[in-house]
């Protein structure tokens, strides 16, 4: 069972139809129980990174959610905020401390704002950079984007694909049973469906 974490930032819905597309089963839950009976985690989100983190600390889920992907090594994706998230802290109005799962920080884009829009919205291209199963059969990848800030990994080495907006940044991550996503997936039609079908057949 997938289980997508609802904890009031967005975008769940069509996150659940597309996993819905292939069959699975999934369930939107913010309840412990339910987050230790999936196989597989996904969080997802729009909105700003403080908002994020003090929803997940409201429910009380974090710890559960660290021993099921970190001890337990269920799947896990993050997509968008939900990406961002996975960072130690985050610099989105306030600092912020982040699940810390991935090091490094969330910044906002450094771009020439005369040429490139913040937030960042629309189709985009992305790199894939290293051998990692996310896009794997997207034979052109191009994802879907909504943001401002983007997370900047210590070890460049988890980074799975870049996207360059004004200045590269990770627009992809996998660090072993951890994934995160800056796109939209679920937004971004059959290279979306691609994706998220990659993270259903990890194991």
Same mark, same amino acid.
């Given at each position: 069972?997938?289980? %997508?974490?609802?904890?009031? @930032?967005?975008?769940?819905?069509?996150?659940?139809?597309?996993?819905?597309?292939?069959?699975? #089963?999934?369930?939107?839950?913010?309840?412990? +129980?339910?987050?230790?009976?999936?196989?597989?985690?996904?969080?997802?989100?729009?909105?700003?990174?403080?908002?994020? @983190?003090?929803?997940?600390?409201?429910?009380?889920?974090?710890?559960?959610?660290?021993?099921?992907?970190?001890?337990?090594?269920?799947?896990?994706?993050?997509?968008?905020?939900? @990406?961002?998230?996975?960072?130690? #802290?985050? +610099?989105?109005?306030?600092?912020?401390?982040?699940?810390? *799962?991935?090091?490094?920080?969330?910044?906002?884009?450094?771009?020439?704002?005369?040429?490139?829009?913040?937030?960042?919205?629309? *189709?985009?291209?992305? %790199?894939?950079?290293?051998?990692?199963?996310?896009?794997?059969?997207?034979?052109?990848?191009?994802?879907?984007?909504?943001?401002?800030?983007?997370?900047?990994?210590?070890?460049?080495?988890?980074?799975?694909?870049?996207?360059?907006?004004?200045?590269?940044?990770?627009?992809?991550?996998?660090?072993?049973?951890?994934?995160?996503?800056?796109?939209?997936?679920?937004?971004?039609?059959?290279?979306?469906?691609?994706?998220?079908?990659?993270?259903?057949?990890?194991?």
């Amino acid at each position: 069972m997938v289980v %997508i974490i609802d904890y009031g @930032m967005g975008n769940l819905f069509s996150v659940e139809n597309a996993i819905k597309y292939f069959g699975a #089963e999934v369930k939107i839950s913010d309840q412990k +129980e339910e987050i230790e009976k999936a196989d597989r985690l996904i969080l997802p989100g729009v909105g700003a990174f403080p908002d994020g @983190m003090k929803n997940l600390e409201k429910l009380g889920i974090i710890d559960v959610l660290k021993k099921e992907a970190l001890e337990k090594e269920k799947p896990f994706l993050g997509i968008c905020l939900g @990406m961002q998230l996975l960072a130690a #802290e985050g +610099e989105e109005n306030i600092l912020t401390k982040g699940l810390g *799962w991935v090091p490094g920080k969330v910044k906002r884009l450094q771009v020439d704002e005369r040429k490139f829009r913040i937030p960042h919205v629309g *189709w985009d291209d992305v %790199i894939p950079k290293k051998d990692g199963m996310l896009f794997k059969a997207v034979k052109q990848p191009v994802f879907y984007f909504v943001h401002s800030y983007h997370l900047v990994p210590e070890d460049s080495s988890v980074i799975a694909g870049v996207c360059d907006y004004g200045e590269s940044f990770a627009a992809a991550i996998q660090k072993d049973n951890i994934f995160g996503v800056q796109f939209h997936p679920e937004k971004s039609q059959k290279n979306g469906l691609a994706v998220l079908k990659n993270f259903l057949d990890f194991t």
